[in-house]
């Protein structure tokens, strides 16, 4: 059962579904170029496609851009040049806080509200979409089930009463509380030890099985990246450098900024990668 599947909720127009002839839920760059003030540029002539249930990790370096490039998608970062797009239309045209609300998006820094209970977090977008507080509370104790957290005794907490780990859980929960199409993963699983990062990364990808939803996942962990990802797109200075399956990506390093990025762990990931099926 995926989360939110009981309910139905209200798709704000700018969200709706595409023209005929569009390619569904397809994320596009085009020319994408960011400059901060200062002069400091984090994308350059970012051209990029994702097409509809892909699963896409996008790796690099502290500073490489690919966080910038995940906030473009739902407009918590725009472009100085270039468009976004998201099933044809340009994120510039849509009502920010709606799109926002179509988009699941966790970060490692959580961002739970802190007076509202966990229950009331992981509901939060399909309460404001008009689901019935029937409804939120199932899909807030859906939620919480598939993060292996027991409703009985974390359901009415506040996110001051929880772990580190607990709350990043609660982050993941909520990202996909609303069944969405996209979905944004910023280091979503670093606040977790090993052996419960390894667990909630089997689950989400048992979870989104078949599903077809389109996720994009920024992180610096190169297992992380060939474990989660179809396709691994590598950064470096605001450029994509590389980007393929990851066995093409890890077997065959384009450069030798690729080459660097694997390290000495080089012959231990392209294993990896073979056992993981990439």
Do not use: C, W
């Amino acid at each position: 059962m995926r989360l939110g599947l009981h309910t139905r909720l209200r798709v704000p127009e700018d969200v709706a579904a595409p023209k005929p002839g569009v390619n569904p839920r397809l994320i596009r760059f085009e020319k994408v170029a960011v400059r901060f003030p200062g002069g400091v540029t984090a994308l350059h002539d970012l051209t990029l496609e994702i097409p509809q249930g892909q699963f896409v990790t996008l790796v690099g370096a502290s500073g490489s851009g690919k966080t910038t490039a995940l906030r473009l998608i739902n407009r918590l970062q725009n472009a100085t040049e270039g468009r976004v797009l998201i099933e044809g239309k340009d994120v510039q045209d849509r009502d920010p806080i709606a799109l926002r609300r179509s988009i699941g998006y966790a970060i490692q820094g959580v961002g739970l509200i802190g007076h509202m209970t966990v229950a009331e977090n992981i509901a939060l977008v399909p309460q404001l979409s008009g689901a019935s507080p029937e409804e939120q509370r199932e899909i807030a104790k859906a939620g919480v089930e598939r993060m292996r957290m027991a409703p009985d005794n974390f359901l009415d907490r506040y996110p001051h009463e929880l772990s580190g780990g607990q709350r990043q859980r609660v982050g993941i929960a909520r990202a996909m509380a609303a069944d969405p199409d996209v979905i944004l993963l910023d280091e979503p699983f670093g606040a977790l030890d090993n052996v419960l990062r390894e667990e909630i990364q089997d689950e989400f990808k048992e979870l989104l099985g078949g599903a077809h939803k389109t996720i994009v996942l920024v992180t610096h962990d190169m297992h992380e990246a060939i474990y989660m990802g179809d396709r691994i797109i590598v950064m470096n200075e605001g450029r994509v450098v590389a980007e393929g399956t990851p066995e093409d990506v890890v077997r065959r390093p384009k450069n030798d900024f690729v080459k660097k990025l694997l390290g000495r762990r080089r012959k231990e990931l392209q294993r990896f990668a073979k056992d993981s099926g990439g």
